[in-house]
């Protein structure tokens, strides 16, 4: 079946500027998670989501990122006022439930460029 | 805190040869480990996973073990082929959490 996919896979914008990034999970896979890997922080927690439950938002390294999920399923993350440290490549992940049981399927990334 | 270290950083062999990926964690109150590929410029595969109860799994070429207690895991790939090149992630979802730490990686060359 269809794995998790992001998009765009590739954004470019300048400093300053907000930018969306979108999610699409596993079907029926209830736990979504953002993590940002980045040259000199290798691959770090961003957020997580969990059904109906209030998101896990303690990786999230400034009140500038935000992300929601809709209806269970899609999910956006939202950078405000991009700074060039947010350049990195942005990864989605989805598991079954929320359990630490679960294997995670990441999808291909979007590779964020803040110029 | 959870911290996972992954050594050596880089790794070059000859084709043919076993491979051996160390990955050593803090803390022993985790809940799963998982190893990753990942390949220049794409996403994550998961290559296989091990429950805390677990003591290794294995597919294919891929052997995994683990030990806890020692806050331990190897990854064992038999008879290394160049498509075998690139970057092993492992990582752990601790007890009373979801998320995945990560270690650094190693980066693995396998020359033809």
């Known amino acids: 079946g269809a794995g998790v996919s992001q998009s765009p896979s590739n954004k470019v914008t300048e400093k300053g500027k907000d930018v969306e990034l979108r999610c699409d999970p596993i079907?029926?896979?209830?736990?979504l998670y953002w993590y940002r890997q980045s040259l000199g922080q290798g691959l770090e927690f961003l957020i997580y989501f969990q059904g109906n439950s209030a998101p896990d938002k303690s990786g999230l390294p400034s009140d500038r990122f935000s992300a929601e999920r809709t209806g269970g399923s899609v999910s956006t993350l939202t950078i405000q006022r991009t700074q060039q440290e947010d350049s990195a490549v942005y990864l989605c992940?989805?598991?079954?439930?929320?359990?630490?049981?679960?294997?995670?399927?990441f999808g291909p990334g979007t590779r964020l460029t803040v110029t | 805190k959870q911290e996972v270290t992954q050594i050596p950083a880089a790794l070059s062999v000859p084709e043919g040869e076993n491979l051996v990926l160390n990955c050593s964690f803090t803390?022993?109150?985790?809940?799963?480990l998982q190893w990753f590929r990942q390949d220049p410029g794409k996403g994550l595969t998961s290559l296989l996973l091990i429950q805390s109860s677990q003591r290794e799994q294995t597919s294919g070429r891929l052997n995994a073990s683990l030990d806890k207690s020692s806050g331990r895991s190897t990854l064992y790939i038999a008879a290394s082929q160049p498509g075998d090149s690139a970057t092993y992630l492992c990582?752990?979802?601790?007890?009373?959490?979801?998320?995945?730490?990560f270690g650094g990686g190693t980066r693995v060359l396998v020359k033809p």
């Open positions: 079907s029926g896979h209830t736990a």
């Open positions: 990582a752990v979802v601790k007890a009373a959490g979801n998320k995945l730490t």
């Open positions: 992940a989805s598991s079954p439930a929320g359990t630490g049981i679960n294997e995670q399927y």
């Open positions: 803390d022993s109150a985790i809940y799963n």
